[in-house]
């Protein structure tokens, strides 16, 4: 997060060096430790999708049974589902209700 221009940033480290670029300008009148909360909820969000993304059901070598790894990395993908962008003036995380 930059502080002093109020802005979201992202990175991303392709293996040689980093990338770096904004995401959203934040509000003026947003405070800080919220804006920091919000930045931290975002890079959690972050790593569990890409832990779905490189960890799929198939690769853990077992059934879907219940309470099995393969269930629980399908359960797990299948959850990140209800998660989706919805335009409305700018992007934001939306919960959808199935």
């Known amino acids: 997060m930059d502080v002093e221009q109020r802005l979201l940033l992202a990175a991303h480290a392709p293996g040689a060096g980093a990338v770096g670029f904004t995401v959203t300008a934040l509000p003026l ?9 919000v930045a931290i909820c ?6 569990v999708m890409w832990h779905c993304y490189t960890h799929p059901a198939e690769a853990a070598r077992d059934d879907l049974s219940d309470n099995t790894e393969g269930w629980g990395r399908q359960l797990s993908r299948e959850e990140l589902g209800l998660i989706t962008m919805q335009q409305a003036g700018r992007s934001r995380p939306v919960l959808v209700q199935r």
Do not use: E, I, P, W
């Open 29 to 37: 009148d947003l405070a800080q430790d919220v804006a920091l909360r």
């Open 42 to 47: 975002l890079d959690r969000l972050s790593r």
